[in-house]
C-alpha cells in the first residue's frame, strides 16, 4: 500500500540507549522530510521530550530558550507527525523522519535551512499526486487522469515514453528536457494509480545493486 499519510505506529524505545548525559540532560534532534529528506530543523530534546514525542508521535523539544517543553507547532498549527527514527552510532544524536503539517520554520519557510529545492522536487511533486488523490478537485488534470482509468493512464506514459525517445533522438535538448518531464510526471502518476510509491523503487534498485 502506498501509505503516505498512513502515522507508523512508533515503537517504544528505551531511553537508556540514547546517552542524554553527555549533553547535560540534552541531545541534537536532526528534524527530516520523510518523503524529500529535505532537513527542515535541528532542534534539542531531554528524556520528558522525547517521551512525549515517542507518546503523541508529535515532536516536541526542549526549548533552551523559553527553558520548558515546546511542541513544534502548538501555537501555528505546524506540527511535525514522527514517522520514524534513527538513533546514531553514539546513542547522543536523534534523527526523527517527519510529516511535516505545513512550513517548519518560523519564517513561513518549509525548512530552517536554505537549500536549493529543486534537488528534491521530484519526491515533492509525488506527494502533490497524492493529495491530488486524497482532496480531487475538477481542475486537476491528476483527477482527470485518474477519472480515465489504469488503462489510460498506462497508455499515457507509453506515449510520453515513446515522445522522449524521438526527442533524444531528433529534437532539441529542451525538447527532450520537456518530454522527459513529461514521462516522469506520469510515471509518478502511475505508481499511484498502481499503490506504489518512489520508495518502493528505490527500495528495489538498492537491492538489485547489492
Request: charged share 30%; glycine share 6%.
Amino acid at each position: 500500500m502506498y501509505g503516505l499519510n498512513t502515522r507508523y505506529s512508533v515503537l517504544n524505545t528505551n531511553k537508556k540507549m540514547i546517552d542524554f548525559e553527555k549533553g547535560d540532560g540534552l541531545v541534537p534532534v536532526i528534524i527530516q522530510d520523510v518523503q524529500t529528506l529535505e532537513v527542515l530543523m535541528l532542534g534539542y530534546m531531554n528524556e520528558e521530550a522525547w517521551e512525549k514525542t515517542q507518546k503523541e508521535e508529535k515532536v516536541t523539544f526542549y526549548s533552551r530558550s523559553k527553558n520548558r517543553l515546546w511542541t513544534k507547532g502548538e501555537e501555528s498549527g505546524n506540527f511535525l507527525w514522527m514517522k520514524n527514527f534513527h538513533i546514531d552510532c553514539d546513542q547522543d544524536t536523534i534523527l526523527i523522519k517527519v510529516q511535516p503539517a505545513g512550513p517548519t520554520c518560523h519564517t513561513g519557510s518549509r525548512s530552517c535551512f536554505t537549500t536549493d529545492y529543486g534537488n528534491n522536487f521530484i519526491a515533492e511533486l509525488e506527494r502533490i499526486i497524492q493529495q491530488r488523490y486524497e482532496f480531487p478537485t475538477q481542475e486537476s488534470y491528476v483527477n482527470h487522469l485518474r477519472d480515465k482509468g489504469l488503462n489510460k493512464i498506462a497508455q499515457k506514459v507509453g506515449e510520453e515514453a515513446v515522445e522522449t525517445v524521438i526527442a533524444a533522438l531528433a529534437q532539441s535538448d529542451k525538447e527532450f528536457v520537456d518530454e522527459t518531464s513529461d514521462l516522469i510526471f506520469h510515471l509518478l502518476v502511475l505508481l499511484r494509480e498502481k499503490g506504489f510509491s518512489l520508495e518502493t523503487i528505490a527500495k528495489n534498485l538498492e537491492e538489485r545493486h547489492k
